[in-house]
């Protein structure tokens, strides 16, 4: 493991093998704090993204956030004192929300990337929105089409609402080629976002990127599991996460996944760093 510490205190840790797919989100309203976070961690991640979506006060009352959204020469002062800091085989990319209008929202949008990022994630709620109500998801296309005529071939990827691969299929259908990857899968889907972005889903049900039931839960799944607890890379299930599986797994196989659940439970330390998944 590799472990950052602040006065004798883990603060986030990571192990080797999550590189290849570890993008590392900073929270920040200041550009030079910002890189000097980046240059931090710049040997153990493989991207760097600016968070300017989350809505919480924590993030927002610093300027922070989707506070940004509304700054957005701060937003973009960031983004490129990070691009210019940053080596350029590490990408730096931005998660937004949706403005309020449909024009502001593009005009942001055109401003970012000409910050030179390499993707952009855009979580279909605004600020305003929280995770209970539905996800604007009709307005992506409008924004992919944008982001495809600025001609940078800046990839747009869609959070919200997304909580299985067919949740991805349905997404398809609604914003136009969509690319389906994670660290285990690879697939291909014609369709218009880019990439799908899955965060609280996966935490909660590693079978949602499943595209069929997992016929032998125990073996398939479980081990993984155990060996992602054990690195510190994902918590222990609750008893809501053992039913959260249900859905993808047989029922032959839901009674002994339960038993072992408990097992996985009190397997050890652990520490739950946030983690989202790029379908």
């Known amino acids: 493991m590799i472990s950052?510490?602040?006065?004798g205190r883990q603060i986030w840790s990571t192990h080797p093998i999550e590189k290849p797919y570890l993008v590392y989100q900073i929270g920040s309203a200041n550009p030079q704090l910002a890189v000097e976070a980046a240059l931090t961690v710049i040997n153990d991640v493989s991207a760097i993204d600016l968070n300017c979506g989350c809505p919480k006060p924590f993030s927002t009352h610093a300027g922070m956030g989707a506070n940004l959204l509304y700054t957005p020469d701060l937003?973009?002062?960031?983004?490129?004192s990070l691009r210019a800091a940053v080596p350029s085989y590490i990408p730096v990319t931005a998660k937004i929300r949706l403005l309020p209008d449909v024009n502001d929202t593009l005009k942001l949008i055109e401003r970012i990337i000409s910050?030179?990022?390499s993707a952009l994630t855009v979580h279909c709620r605004t600020k305003g929105m929280r995770k209970t109500e539905e996800a604007h998801v009709h307005r992506l296309a409008a924004i992919v089409d944008f982001v495809n005529h600025l001609g940078t071939g800046v990839p747009v990827i869609e959070n919200g609402d997304c909580i299985s691969r067919e949740d991805g299929l349905k997404i398809r259908e609604r914003t136009g080629e969509l690319v389906l990857h994670c660290s285990f899968i690879r697939s291909n889907i014609l369709a218009g976002a880019h990439s799908v972005m899955i965060a609280t889903a996966a935490e909660r049900n590693l079978s949602c990127f499943a595209d069929g039931p997992l016929v032998d839960a125990e073996t398939v799944l479980v081990p993984t599991y155990f060996s992602l607890v054990r690195h510190g890379a994902y918590r222990p299930p609750t008893r809501t996460d053992s039913f959260g599986l249900i859905g993808k797994i047989p029922e032959e196989s839901l009674g002994k996944l339960k038993t072992l659940s408990v097992s996985i439970h009190f397997s050890g330390p652990y520490q739950w760093p946030g983690r989202a998944y790029l379908l």
């Open 75 to 80: 937003l973009c002062g960031i983004l490129s």
């Open 115 to 117: 910050t030179g990022v």
């Open 4 to 7: 950052y510490e602040k006065n």
